[in-house]
């Protein structure tokens, strides 16, 4: 077994353990008693958070095995702070150095929705609070993106727009 699939199955391992602990060792016992609808009840508000906090593990995967060869880029992070133009916490989800004068930031959108261009500008925004370097900007996607974001995107020449299938795709 290679190194990238024994990392790939041992995360996949944790990944369901979480998921055992998180969802199903606390509605065990109605699980047993064969009350599966009201388990269900009690999952089902939480599944799109777990599910988004994966899909912002699996974008990081994506970063590093397809965009980082042959870039410093050694540490992949999260980052976040405080935005001094708005003073209000800013959140990045990816986060990591290309060279000595560029960023890669990138965030992570598990919606239902698909990314509009007035989410992008927003992204874009918060971007500045890191002047002193170049960045690209990665926006990660479930449900794909509105036709005005996908021309925003292509105008702005920094924005990489990449879905669910995306990613997919590029970790197998």
Known sequence: MNGSSYSFTLSLSITMSCFWYRFVAVNRSLIVRGLTDKALERISPETDGYIGEIFSEMCGQYVEANILSGSIGDEIGRWWGTDPGMGAQADID???????????????????????????????????????????????????????????????????????????????
């Open 94 to 172: 990816i986060m990591t150095r290309l060279s000595e004068e560029e960023l890669l930031l990138g965030i992570c959108l598990w919606t239902r929705e698909q990314v509009g261009a007035e989410q992008l500008e927003i992204i874009k925004w918060q971007s500045r609070i890191f002047p002193e370097r170049d960045k690209k900007i990665y926006i990660f996607a479930r449900s794909g993106f509105a036709e005005g974001c996908v021309e925003y995107a292509a105008e702005s020449g920094n924005i990489h727009l990449l879905t669910f299938e995306d990613v997919m795709a590029g970790l197998a």
